[in-house]
């Protein structure tokens, strides 16, 4: 199941992949709907944004139904992939304006600076796995009654 996953999960970013090079492809050219002129960059930019978000929501939610050895119930592990899309989308946006306004990490660390970056991150991500694992069980406790089931 886990190698299917993967096979999955390669097929997904492909997808995602080919889709932004063909937004980008056509970010600069303007559209015409109903007599209406779009301008392609901003609409190609939120959508991006939109897809993205979407695409990550359906990433979280898959891995909360993959990797756990019991059943979860598909509607609990949707709200586990969106509480924890909506702590990483705020993670991200702190920390990119943490590092572009306040940090000297790059003076600091200089070509180890990417580095020391990219840790920083997936640190991050494994607390909000974490987390979304944690509103999971406990939804699933608030699903049953307050009370944690017996196996």
């Given at each position: 199941?886990?190698?299917?996953?993967?096979?999955?999960?390669?097929?997904?970013?492909?997808?995602?992949?080919?889709?932004?090079?063909?937004?980008?492809?056509?970010?600069?050219?303007?559209?015409?709907?109903?007599?209406?002129?779009?301008?392609?960059?901003?609409?190609?930019?939120?959508?991006?944004?939109?897809?993205?978000?979407?695409?990550?929501?359906?990433?979280?939610?898959?891995?909360y139904l993959v990797m756990p050895l019991g059943q979860l119930a598909w509607s609990?592990?949707?709200?586990?992939?969106?509480?924890a899309t909506a702590l990483w989308e705020i993670t991200r946006h702190i920390l990119?304006?943490?590092?572009?306004?306040?940090?000297?990490?790059?003076?600091?660390?200089?070509?180890?600076?990417?580095?020391?970056?990219?840790?920083?991150?997936?640190?991050?991500?494994?607390?909000?796995?974490l987390l979304g694992a944690q509103v999971i069980a406990e939804y699933e406790r608030?699903?049953?009654?307050?009370?944690?089931?017996?196996?």
């Amino acid at each position: 199941m886990p190698y299917i996953y993967i096979l999955l999960l390669a097929a997904g970013f492909l997808v995602v992949s080919l889709m932004a090079s063909w937004l980008h492809q056509h970010s600069t050219d303007t559209s015409s709907l109903f007599g209406y002129e779009f301008n392609m960059t901003q609409t190609t930019a939120t959508l991006l944004y939109v897809v993205g978000v979407f695409g990550e929501v359906l990433l979280l939610t898959s891995v909360y139904l993959v990797m756990p050895l019991g059943q979860l119930a598909w509607s609990h592990a949707l709200v586990g992939g969106v509480a924890a899309t909506a702590l990483w989308e705020i993670t991200r946006h702190i920390l990119i304006w943490y590092f572009s306004t306040l940090s000297f990490v790059s003076i600091i660390y200089g070509s180890f600076a990417t580095t020391i970056v990219i840790l920083l991150s997936f640190e991050f991500g494994a607390i909000i796995l974490l987390l979304g694992a944690q509103v999971i069980a406990e939804y699933e406790r608030i699903d049953h009654g307050g009370v944690t089931p017996r196996n």
